[in-house]
């Protein structure tokens, strides 16, 4: 049986510091679950998901990347292909903040132009933990002219939300293009054991 | 006598003489070290060179080698403000003097590697508890040093403690303690104890301060956690008391071949991890053009999945015994590395009728997750493939 599993086609990437919750955030938006047990993500980690927006079936290819510095040149290479970028550090740590500036510098050198970017700081649960106030993140979200959302992977906070404003903004891009060309890509998945695609609305 | 048995016997034997013959012990180990005596962490150790193959030598090197240790940790696991040779220079030195020679210069340049180590060795192996688990040896100078010499305790974000207060009515006030998680299983241990995960913490923290040029590359956790397994759940008590200083040396050993994975300048060199790659795609090529051209076509990298199967010797592929199954393999092999890529070759080739059948996502998610299977026919295919 062939079925046409989605219009487009979307790649995202996840990138900030070590132990930010990278991989917690994917899993929660892929898997709508969490741990706190994830081992270190070494080089680079897939997840896909779709979903519907606009009436149009939208698949979400989302990598999720290694954040020590030794892993950038294999890391970086993934940049290119991307639509959007997650920009993620955690609240609870100082440090992963203020490497912000040198993730977007990151994203300069290497991503296309036009990639659509959020910031996103996590951990947002951890209150009694906070080092990085909501509105510094706002700050340098609005000095960048970038989204941002603070998130909790484990409370499931505005984590599908995040997902979804970012491949809406890449839909906006993409409309004005988008009606000349045909979704070119069809799979044929013979195996069907794929799960379900998640057509559910989200963002509402 | 039963075949397992039989085996067992042939590993003691081998293992019985004065001067133990490398070339016999190899063949033996390449098929499986028996989980039985304390037969996998003498071979590993064998095998790793930390032993020599003369039986009289071993008690002293072991001696010298684990009164070394000791040494480094005496050394370098300090606490703050505390100069590696000892001394507490109070009248010059300062948390606030940036000089070269200032032990707490050290200190905190330590900490910035000694964070990543915490956070990566409280996230080794989350699927079994060893690691969580307190051993039953604990190294006495740092677990009874009131917390200063435990490294976590470094790097532990102080936190201010709130609490909201409540004023109701007639100024009764009521103060509402905000409640500490509790839930964290890699926590620390108490006075007097510590955990595994504790133990090869110190062990990468120390190997980062002996290898400044390498020091500490996310994935080391990863290498060091099979051996330290092996080396702790040694029968042996006596072996077993010794399993972290052992557990360092045999890392150091493993890592000297390996550290190339690891180093990002020489991602491009002969030993690098692109090379290793770039090998691992080019047997493919040759022993399967259509897998190889099916993969190719969908532009499903060999960086997708193989970087992290051979900067990790497969540790993260399967579950902690299929994983030492391997390395028993690994290790025994002259050639290890070269054999390492043909388990890899053999892990794609084993699944070629699903890679042919799949979209690119599907493949993806099958190499990066790999399906659990018998470890033991991954590794005779790997065997016949040379």
């Known amino acids: 049986m062939a079925k046409k599993t989605y219009d487009l086609l979307f790649k995202l990437l996840l990138i900030g510091d070590s132990g930010v919750g990278k991989t917690c955030i994917l899993f929660r938006f892929s898997d709508d679950a969490f741990t706190s047990t994830f081992i270190s993500t070494i080089g680079i980690d897939f997840k896909i998901k779709t979903v519907e927006l606009r009436g149009k079936k939208i698949k979400l290819q989302i990598w999720d990347t290694a954040g020590q510095e030794r892993f950038h040149t294999i890391t970086t290479s993934y940049y290119r292909g991307a639509m959007g970028i997650m920009l993620v550090y955690d609240i609870t740590n100082e440090k992963s903040f203020e490497n912000i500036v040198k993730w977007l510098r990151n994203i300069d050198e290497h991503a296309n132009e036009d990639v659509e970017k959020m910031i996103l700081g996590n951990k947002c649960d951890m209150t009694d933990k906070r080092v990085v106030s909501k509105e510094r993140g706002e700050a340098i979200a609005r000095e960048h002219g970038i989204r941002f959302k603070e998130t909790s992977a484990k409370s499931n906070i505005n984590i599908e939300s995040a997902f979804c404003e970012l491949a809406e903004a890449i839909l906006d891009k993409t409309a004005g293009r988008e009606s000349a060309e045909n979704p070119e890509r069809v799979v044929i998945d013979r195996r069907n054991n794929e799960k379900a695609p998640a057509y559910k609305s989200c963002c509402s | ?386």
């Open chain 2, 1 to 386: 006598m039963s075949i397992f048995k039989a085996r067992v016997q042939e590993f003691e034997n081998t293992l019985a003489k004065d001067e133990i013959d490398l070339k016999a012990l190899r063949q033996l180990c390449s098929n499986g070290v028996p989980d039985v005596n304390s037969l996998r962490p003498l071979c590993w150790k064998l095998l790793l060179g930390y032993l020599g193959p003369k039986k009289e030598s071993w008690s002293s090197t072991l001696a010298k080698k684990r009164s070394l240790y000791r040494h480094f940790i005496e050394d370098l696991v300090l606490p703050p403000g505390l100069k590696e040779n000892g001394d507490k220079d109070i009248l010059c030195d300062h948390p606030l003097n940036e000089g070269p020679d200032s032990a707490w210069n050290t200190f905190f340049n330590d900490n910035e590697f000694l964070l990543q180590i915490d956070k990566d060795v409280r996230r080794l192996c989350p699927d079994i508890s060893f690691f969580q688990q307190p051993t039953e040896y604990p190294c006495d100078i740092v677990v009874n040093s009131k917390g200063e010499r435990r490294l976590h305790q470094r790097v532990v974000p102080s936190v201010l403690k709130s609490a909201n207060v409540e004023r109701k009515g007639l100024g009764v006030t009521k103060i509402n303690l905000i409640n500490k998680r509790s839930e964290e299983t890699y926590k620390a241990m108490d006075e007097g104890q510590e955990a595994h995960w504790e133990v090869v913490q110190r062990i990468l923290f120390l190997y980062a301060k002996l290898n400044p040029g390498q020091g500490y590359v996310q994935g080391m956790n990863e290498i060091v956690g099979p051996i330290y397994y092996v080396m702790a759940s040694d029968p042996d008590p006596e072996y077993r008391e010794h399993a972290e200083a052992d557990c360092f040396y045999c890392f150091t050993a493993l890592m000297a071949e390996i550290r190339d994975f690891f180093i990002k300048t020489l991602d491009d060199s002969e030993g690098g991890i692109k090379n290793m790659m770039k090998r691992l795609s080019e047997m493919l090529k040759e022993r399967d053009l259509e897998v190889y051209e099916r993969l190719k076509a969908q532009e499903l990298y060999p960086q997708y999945y193989s970087f992290r199967w051979i900067s990790l010797i497969l540790s993260q592929e399967f579950p902690l015994p299929d994983v030492v199954r391997i390395w028993d393999s690994v290790l025994a092999d002259e050639k290890r590395f070269d054999f390492l890529l043909y388990i890899c070759c053999a892990m794609i080739l084993i699944q070629r009728d699903q890679i042919l059948q799949n979209d690119f996502a599907c493949n993806v998610k099958l190499l990066q997750n790999y399906p659990p299977l018998d470890i033991n026919i991954v590794l005779t295919k790997a065997a016949s493939l040379r």
